[in-house]
């Protein structure tokens, strides 16, 4: 964050990713819902981005234009503009934006603010990592992964426009790390312990069926591997399906925002956004402790 004035800050952030999706136009769009999320996570607004692109020398420069022009009317969407970016060349396409935005010093949502006794919520379904792996291997057709490329093309914006009119304790979105992942970070950061209840948690239409047959994002073992070794990492309680727990180790691209919000401020926060018809879940709640928790009914 740079603060300007007692009034304004700009924040900046960047990601990019090989394609999740063949169509170019779609992939340019998602990269740069993505790229905007963490804007949108901290209670910020967009303003400007740079485009960052690897593209190969053999394939067709019209498919390198349709995914900038995708990223380009994304940006537009959340009221941003494309300034400008670099482009190398690769073997593999990878397509990103380095996003400029603002937000008023003193209202920055950040992952370590959560405290015992905030309910947890998320905005987005879960499994949109094993639907594209199963696109990649062609075991789905496009009806099927459709569900995960309108999710991943819808911004956060919406639910940050919601969000910002509450009080808004700690905040994060679901990416690369998966849902349990970035819990811990909030966990972490804040010192407190999250329990998840894994009954609650939305997940995308035949994700339950792909990873019970097997097709799993590779990101999704890593996750798993990584944040379940560590100390105060994520515990899973005895009974919970492996296919359930994998889930919640999904690496998700442009996934929901979670927000961790005063318990008694939780029914108010809901209906706002169920008065939009904005998706929202309960999925959990913070108490004293340390570490991610997955378990049963906690809500």
């Known amino acids: 964050m740079l603060r300007i004035n007692d009034d304004l800050a700009i924040v900046q952030t960047v990601d990019f990713f090989a394609p999740v999706v063949d169509n170019p136009y779609e992939y340019g769009a998602i990269a740069a819902a ?43 969407e959340a009221g941003g503009v494309i300034a400008g970016g670099h482009t190398v060349t690769d073997d593999e396409p990878k397509y990103g934006i380095a ?13 370590s603010g959560a405290r015992a ?29 459709e569900p995960a490329i309108e999710q991943m093309l819808r911004l ?22 998966g849902l349990a992942g970035h819990a811990w970070e909030m966990a972490t ?20 069926e792909l990873v019970a047959a097997g097709v799993m994002a590779g990101g999704l073992h ?19 399906a492996d296919e359930e ?24 926060f809901e209906s706002a956004f169920q008065a939009t018809g904005e998706s929202i879940w309960r999925i959990g709640r913070v108490s004293h402790g340390r570490g991610v928790h997955l378990s049963g009914p906690t809500v």
């Open 245 to 268: 727990v994998a889930i919640a180790f999904d690496p998700q691209t442009s996934g929901g925002l979670m927000f961790a919000i005063p318990g008694d401020a939780a029914d108010e």
């Open 34 to 76: 993505n790229s905007m999320s963490d804007v949108f996570a901290m209670g910020g607004r967009v303003t400007m981005g740079l485009n960052i692109a690897a593209f190969p020398d053999d394939l067709d420069i019209g498919i390198l234009s349709e995914i900038f022009r995708g990223g380009a009317d994304k940006l537009a």
């Open 222 to 240: 890593r996750n798993r591997d990584h944040f379940s070794s560590l100390t105060d990492g994520v515990s899973i309680s005895v009974g919970i």
């Open 117 to 145: 006794g905030d309910v947890l919520f998320l905005t987005k379904p879960l499994g949109s990592g094993v639907l594209t792996t199963a696109a990649k291997q062609q075991k789905i057709p496009r009806d099927v992964l």
């Open 189 to 208: 950061r804040s010192g407190v312990a999250i329990d998840i209840d894994m009954s609650a948690l939305p997940v995308l239409p035949h994700v339950r």
């Open 156 to 177: 956060n914006l919406r639910a940050r426009d919601i969000a910002v009119d509450h009080i808004v304790h700690a905040s994060t979105d679901i990416t690369g790390f």
């Open 99 to 111: 996003v400029t935005g603002t937000i008023h010093p003193d209202r920055i949502w950040a992952k």
